[in-house]
């Protein structure tokens, strides 16, 4: 019986290991080129990462940018980014992505220890029910798609199973170390992602029931459990100081994303995305979330091969709900996407991505009764006929191998052949962004770039020209080319690059031949199917601009800054239409201050005096290009576009600029506007 025992836990060892390393490879395998690309939300958490690890006193609680995010997976992606860049490697997405990796490892492993626990607790389940909810987590398409993505999801389905074995193993041992940790982890997740902060809650929920289950342990473990909530709290004090002084952050990301208001009222919303979430573990149809940056559009989470386990676990638990092993992946499934059900966009795979551990757990049940079904039968062998034992004791551990298999390799295939070759993740996840802002990094240190119509803080582009990066080049002037386009006047010294993502810039490519007939195309940039995404314009040195405005003019405006002239356009609109108004600034000196441009259609009213009949106001370039980055020597075309009413009357009309600051400062100091000349609208009399 010993001997059986041994072999046993051997044979358990070994199943684990070869878990693991399945779902190792199923993370690992790729992850510099799949995802493709550097998206936002890891970008901007890429950045925090590298302030954490470069910055001395960058050590924050709570990231304030991108609506709020919690900073853990900051954190330990500054700790993967210092480790590369020991080793030889580089700070990225495929460090991040390690990161996630890991974390989703250690998921696996987390819900197997967890598992081993429930077995431990509930006689009707074998030692091999860990193993098996550890593989089905581990070839689960939908753990696996977001353990290869660098933003934090991926750490919730590790802090429930996490927290969930170490109140286990508490409750059962007494262990006062194992109450500490499953503390510590419950504070861990309120600085993990706000989508995990119902995680303690649900511990708690747990907790009541193994007090009714099991009354007469509670008197002896009350102190763990007291040591569990106090060091939670304990822990969770600096966050909760923090939202203290900043409550508007508490609520900031919640709020944007919330269902609510007129569209969609949360009632009517919360049973919809209950019903759409609900769908997900249907292995037909399109249930799926259709964002293709968190799954093949439409997809299922589970394939069919997990779902029939899935829903045969689901009843089984059901059935026993009053034990505690089996009501704890059913209060975990409920919890963990309950904040998937107030949110918009349901269902929203990497919201509710916590539910993948308890859904493995549940997945594991049916599978671990066959496997017990067999272990019975062959215990019983000496007193039944061989040739009545051996084919159903083989048949039903081989089915439940046969369910991973294929499970495996349907997720393998479906990931990496069928998501990955998707021409939409070219987009999702910004891979021409990452691509052109790693091109200009690498650019000379001096030569000017412009970017257009990406601003260069964006946090995909800013990543690769981070401060104390290898980038031998800064950060371009980003300006959106659909408003206005700066240029150095007069001969240039050296070449010049204008960098513009044609797929959303279509202006820029018809009014730069036109400033330098002399610029040419040095690279292409081609998205996933072949077309092309951006464009780089290479304007040699010497090269001198060749386009001039329609009236010129030679204005002192102030703060260094003089208007050279303007063009209208068209020159004789008609009234309902749009009028466009380009201003040629000339810049002397950088300008200190920023200035909101406003334009005016001047005109006589019914009564013989002046009416403003028609405007536009905003900071140059639509806000893109404001006066504190402009640089001397610069010339800006900056273009306004001036709806004309409908009820216009025919005749001419007065055209007038300046610019002004919300506190009154206006220039041209001590004048109400320029004056620019004026503009026939509609037949003349």
Request: charged share 15%; proline share 10%.
């Given at each position: 019986m010993l001997r059986k025992r041994v072999d046993g836990r051997q044979a358990a060892?070994?199943?684990?290991?070869l878990v693991l390393a399945v779902a190792a490879a199923l993370r690992l395998w790729r992850i510099d080129s799949v995802p493709p690309g550097f998206h936002f939300d890891e970008s901007f958490e890429g950045l925090e990462?590298?302030?954490i690890l470069t910055e001395p006193g960058y050590k924050p609680v709570f990231l304030t940018g991108n609506f709020g995010v919690a900073p853990l997976n900051a954190y330990a992606n500054a700790i993967t980014f210092g480790l590369f860049e020991l080793l030889g490697g580089e700070?990225?997405?495929?460090?991040?992505?390690?990161?996630?990796?890991v974390f989703g490892v250690l998921g696996v492993l987390a819900v197997y220890a967890l598992g081993r626990e429930l077995a431990g607790m509930e006689p009707g389940l074998s030692p091999y029910f860990a193993v098996l909810a550890a593989a089905a987590l581990a070839v689960m398409r939908w753990h696996i798609h977001f353990s290869r993505m660098g933003i934090e999801p991926i750490l919730v389905p590790l802090a429930w199973a996490a927290a969930s074995w170490l109140l286990a193993r508490g409750w059962r041992t007494g262990s006062g170390w194992s109450f500490a940790g499953c503390g510590v982890v419950l504070a861990a997740c309120f600085y993990i992602y706000q989508g995990a902060w119902v995680i303690p809650f649900l511990v708690l929920l747990w907790t009541g029931h193994l007090a009714l289950a099991e009354r007469g342990k509670l008197r002896h473990r009350w102190r763990g459990l007291l040591l569990a909530g106090g060091l939670a709290l304990v822990l969770v004090l600096p966050l909760a100081w923090f939202f203290l002084r900043n409550p508007d952050l508490l609520v900031l990301r919640p709020g944007q994303i919330a269902i609510a208001g007129d569209e969609a009222p949360a009632p009517a919303g919360f049973w919809a995305n209950l019903w759409a979430t609900a769908r997900i573990v249907v292995p037909f149809g399109q249930g799926g979330d259709l964002d293709p940056r968190r799954n093949i559009p439409g997809a299922p989470a589970l394939s069919l091969w997990l779902a029939v386990p899935f829903f045969a676990g689901l009843v089984m638990a059901l059935a026993h709900l009053r034990r505690p092993a089996y009501s704890l992946p059913?209060?975990?499934?409920?919890?963990?996407?309950?904040?998937?059900?107030?949110?918009?966009?349901?269902?929203?795979?990497?919201?509710?991505?916590?539910?993948?551990?308890?859904?493995?757990?549940?997945i594991a049940?049916?599978?671990?009764?066959?496997?017990?079904?067999?272990?019975?039968?062959?215990?019983g062998a000496e007193q039944r006929p061989p040739d009545a034992i051996r084919p159903a004791a083989a048949l039903l551990p081989a089915l439940a191998i046969l369910v991973f298999l294929v499970a495996g390799f349907t997720a393998a295939r479906d990931y990496f052949v069928r998501w990955a070759s998707?021409?939409?993740?070219?987009?999702?996840?910004?891979?021409?962004?990452?691509?052109?802002?790693?091109?200009?990094?690498?650019?000379?240190?001096?030569?000017?770039?412009?970017?257009?119509?990406?601003?260069?803080?964006?946090p995909t582009l800013a990543f690769a020209w981070r401060p104390g990066s290898e980038a031998s080049h800064a950060a371009p002037a980003s300006f959106d080319g659909r408003a206005v386009l700066p240029f150095a006047d007069g001969a240039s010294a050296q070449p010049e690059a204008y960098a513009v993502v044609e797929h959303e810039d279509f202006r820029t490519r018809l009014l730069l031949p036109e400033v330098f007939p002399d610029a040419a195309v040095t690279t292409d940039f081609v998205d996933a199917a072949g077309g092309l995404y951006a464009r780089v314009y290479s304007r040699p040195a010497g090269s001198t601009p060749q386009y001039q405005p329609q009236v010129p003019m030679d204005v002192a405006v102030g703060d260094g800054i003089r208007l050279a002239g303007y063009d209208v356009i068209p020159e004789a609109p008609q009234p309902g239409d749009g009028l466009i108004l380009r201003l040629h600034w000339a810049v002397d000196a950088v300008p200190v201050g920023d200035w909101t441009v406003f334009t005016h259609l001047l005109g006589s009213g019914p009564a013989g005096d002046s009416v403003l009949w028609a405007?536009?106001?905003?900071?140059?370039?639509?806000?893109?290009?404001?006066?504190?980055?402009?640089q001397a020597g610069w010339r800006i075309v900056d273009e306004y576009s001036i709806l004309l009413p409908e009820d216009l009357p025919p005749g001419r009309y007065e055209l007038e600029a300046g610019l002004y600051q919300a506190a009154g400062e206006r220039l041209p100091t001590g004048a109400v506007g320029i004056p620019l000349g004026t503009v026939q609208v509609g037949a003349p009399p």
């Open positions: 060892t070994w199943a684990l290991l990462a590298w302030r700070a990225g997405p495929t460090a991040m992505r390690v990161t996630a990796a059913l209060i975990g499934l409920a919890g963990l996407i309950f904040p998937g059900l107030l949110s918009d966009y349901a269902p929203h795979f990497h919201r509710i991505l916590g539910a993948a551990a308890p859904i493995a757990l549940l049940l049916p599978l671990d009764r066959l496997l017990r079904a067999a272990q019975n039968r062959t215990q998707l021409p939409d993740l070219y987009y999702a996840f910004d891979a021409g962004l990452w691509d052109l802002g790693q091109w200009i990094a690498r650019q000379p240190a001096g030569m000017p770039v412009y970017l257009t119509p990406r601003d260069a803080s964006h405007g536009r106001d905003s900071p140059p370039g639509n806000g893109s290009l404001p006066t504190n980055r402009w």
